[in-house]
């Protein structure tokens, strides 16, 4: 009972796995042991350095922490647009490598056992925006990366996908199903198709030797020291303490498959050690719960008053890029025992402590807005092209003042 308690974490092909080859540490301890995680845990083969691509990221820079929380070497490759204030508490426990998953170093995969890939272009907008650059980042490198990992005899690669890939569009009542990883889908958006263009590829690469698994996230909420502002629950809490109110976009009457940030990095993790048989192969979907827009907002709403902000809702149905699904987690759950715990309430209220401590309070800043960052960047390095460094002389300039 003890040792059932203490793995309560664990899918039950480990937990099987784990009561039969249980060490001492484990059974005086509240967890497993590191070998026990490492060892029997990560499906027999030891998974103690892991390279996260995009760990620089949102998403990545959360996920970085939990991992060494665990345990974990982390080395993280990144081309960090948007700089390293993500990892600024972590810089000197992880290697980090500033690089593109186009083009990696040759170094990168040294001595790593498994490789989480979370890079690329990340939502609709900036995936239009430069639709090669999307396809070249979200399928082709990431699945040029899968066979240098291959070749490298590393065992393990996880996929970041998206749960975007259900996506039909305006609402339509005669679609309006719970679909799951079986569900035939036909993305066409730039982003969901790259995405799902992606797992096509990766998934055959799955065998005795390489690991393969992919992860489809719902849309993901919550605070990130990389912070986001242009994902729809953080954007009501910035919009509520920042203008008053909250806009809801065709009455906010879309569906939309939520997770919190936190739960996604320990999704990540527990794909990391699950036994290999359990997940070679597969896609799981990643989801707390499907919400309408309008109801995403009166709970952030809600939230906001018991923290004394008080906030208007106000429905715009004009059209404006319409997305619409609702998607089932019960996969990752009857095979690994993996549910997020974290509610909107408790995301939303971590958000305002945060926020109140004076992080990401310049809410108008384009590094908080992924389309605005890009194209933000494009424009200083057409400008840079031409003047050279902002306050240093031009270099025709240093040669007239020399000669």
Request: hydrophobic share 40%; charged share 25%; net charge neutral.
């Amino acid at each position: 009972m003890n040792v059932l308690r203490k793995a309560g974490g664990m899918g039950i092909r480990s937990l099987l796995f784990y009561t039969k080859n249980k060490c001492m540490a484990a059974l005086n301890s509240n967890e497993p042991c590191m070998t026990c995680l490492f060892g029997h845990y990560g499906g027999h083969f030891p998974v103690k350095k892991v390279l996260l691509v995009g760990g620089a990221g949102y998403i990545g820079s959360v996920l970085a922490h939990e991992l060494l929380e665990r345990g974990y070497a982390v080395r993280v490759l990144d081309r960090m647009y948007f700089g390293d204030q993500g990892l600024a508490d972590i810089k000197d426990r992880v290697e980090i490598v500033v690089g593109d998953l186009r083009d990696m170093p040759p170094t990168s995969l040294d001595n790593v056992e498994a490789v989480i890939n979370i890079a690329g272009l990340s939502n609709d907008p900036t995936a239009e925006y430069n639709p090669a650059a999307n396809y070249e980042m979200n399928t082709t490198a990431s699945v040029a990366l899968a066979k240098h990992c291959l070749e490298k005899g590393i065992r393990r690669y996880i996929y970041a996908s998206s749960c975007s890939i259900y996506d039909f569009g305006v609402v339509d009542q005669q679609r309006d199903v719970l679909v799951d990883e079986t569900a035939k889908v036909n993305p066409k958006a730039a982003y969901s198709s790259s995405k799902y263009a992606a797992e096509k590829e990766l998934l055959p690469l799955a065998s005795e030797k390489f690991c393969v698994t992919a992860l489809r996230k719902g849309t993901v909420f919550g605070f990130s020291p990389r912070m986001r502002y242009d994902l729809v629950v953080n954007t009501f809490v910035k919009d509520a303490i920042s203008k008053g109110f909250i806009s809801l976009h065709y009455g906010g009457e879309m569906w939309r498959p939520m997770v919190d940030i936190r739960d996604a990095a320990r999704a990540y993790i527990a794909l990391l050690q699950a036994e290999q048989e359990a997940v070679n192969g597969q896609v799981f979907n990643l989801v707390n719960g499907n919400y309408r827009i309008s109801e995403l907002a009166l709970r952030v709403r809600e939230t906001l008053r018991e923290a004394g902000i008080q906030v208007e809702v106000r429905p715009d149905y004009s059209y404006k890029g319409v997305r619409n699904y609702r998607v089932s987690g019960e996969k990752l759950y009857k095979i690994l025992n993996f549910r997020p715990q974290v509610s909107i309430e408790e995301s939303v209220r971590t958000m305002v402590q945060e926020i109140r401590k004076g992080n990401c309070t310049d809410f108008d800043n384009p590094k908080y807005y992924n389309i605005s960052w890009m194209r933000f960047l494009e424009e200083a390095h057409k400008v840079i092209q031409i003047t050279g460094s902002v306050f240093n002389l031009p270099e025709s300039s240093s040669l007239a003042l020399s000669a």
